[in-house]
């Protein structure tokens, strides 16, 4: 299996919806990352979970609910989003050695 | 506080030329690490190198070469003979050595988007 697997690859909702975006490492990290990229911005840190305790959450609206049940496994729960909340989203993993991060292929988010 | 700053918005090179991109941090910490990423249309980032601060040897990986200047607060990455797949955005990264964190706070750049044209 590759190192980050996000799914859905593509999703396309209506400001009505609730949806999750999935992520999941097979890495042995301890810490998980979402980020957003909106076109033409830089990367967005919105949450970090370490050890499966969440860390960090940067000014995120609360429209966006993240969930870490193991350290295997990062959810973002979406709901009654917004259009500019269009983006592709990220999950990374990382283990506690400055070796970086291993990233996953993103979701792109379309929000109708 | 760390930064890092990516002058060069978007790049537009014809096949085969060479093409550097800039890359200057800012930190307090005498222990740190640099990442290049690269990430294509398809959206996943990809790691292509990590340095750490007392390491100044430039790197050579193929077509890529790798420049840290500490003097000037600079980790530049060159293509050589570039080829229409390097098209992608690139950035440059840092993260502290001395983790006041419990996970690793990586502090990425805004970008590079380089158009390789054929």
């Known amino acids: 299996e590759t190192g980050v697997t996000q799914t859905p690859r593509h999703l396309v909702m209506g400001m009505t919806n609730k949806k999750s975006l999935k992520c999941e490492q097979h890495?042995?990290?301890?810490?998980m990352y979402w980020y957003k990229q909106s076109a033409k911005k830089p990367l967005e840190l919105m949450f970090v979970?370490?050890?499966?305790?969440?860390?960090e959450n940067n000014s995120v609206p609360s429209r966006f609910s993240p969930e870490c049940p193991n350290s295997s496994h990062l959810f973002l729960h979406l709901h009654t989003l917004q259009p500019e909340d269009s983006a592709l989203y990220l999950c990374?993993?990382?283990?506690?050695?400055?070796?970086?991060?291993?990233f996953g292929s993103g979701t792109r988010l379309t929000v109708v | 506080a760390q930064k890092v700053t990516q002058a060069q918005t978007e790049i537009s090179v014809v096949e085969k030329e060479d093409v550097t991109l800039d890359c200057v941090y800012e930190?307090?910490?005498?222990?740190?690490?640099l990442f290049w990423y690269k990430q294509p249309p398809s959206g996943e980032l990809v790691f292509l190198i990590r340095?750490?601060?007392?390491?100044?040897q430039n790197e050579i990986s193929g077509r890529y070469s790798w420049n840290f200047q500490k003097s000037t607060s600079s980790f530049n990455f060159t293509i050589t003979a570039s080829q229409v797949v390097d098209s992608a955005v690139y950035f440059c990264?840092?993260?502290?050595?001395?983790?006041?964190?419990?996970?690793?706070?990586?502090?990425f750049g805004p970008g590079t988007s380089l158009s390789v044209i054929p």
């Open positions: 930190t307090r910490d005498t222990t740190y690490y």
């Open positions: 990264a840092l993260s502290e050595g001395r983790r006041k964190t419990s996970y690793d706070k990586v502090i």
């Open positions: 990374a993993s990382s283990q506690d050695s400055n070796y970086g991060y291993t």
């Open positions: 340095r750490n601060s007392f390491d100044e």
């Open positions: 890495l042995g990290h301890n810490a």
């Open positions: 979970y370490s050890l499966e305790e969440r860390v």
